[in-house]
């Protein structure tokens, strides 16, 4: 399960861009400007494709609304 939708930064990352590519979803911002720290990213091989997935990164801040459940 991709974290990045758990984190603050989501709106704006340029590697959550990608996983929006990856998954063919509509991108939430056309042009992120975050640049995450070390975002460790897992593949899924896909019979036409190839999906990405961020695990875990240096970057990661929960989103407040989140962070006391
Ligand atoms: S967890 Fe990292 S890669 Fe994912 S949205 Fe946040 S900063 Fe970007």
């Not at 989501?10 to 070390?38: G, W």
């Amino acid at each position: 399960m991709c974290i990045c939708v758990n984190c603050q930064f989501v709106d704006r990352c340029i590697a959550y861009y990608q996983v929006e590519t990856s998954h063919q979803k509509p991108h939430r911002n056309l042009s992120p400007d975050f640049q995450p720290r070390q975002p460790q990213i897992r593949v899924h091989r896909q019979p036409a494709q190839m999906e990405f997935d961020i695990v875990n990164c240096g970057s990661f801040q929960a989103q407040e609304n989140l962070s006391n459940i």
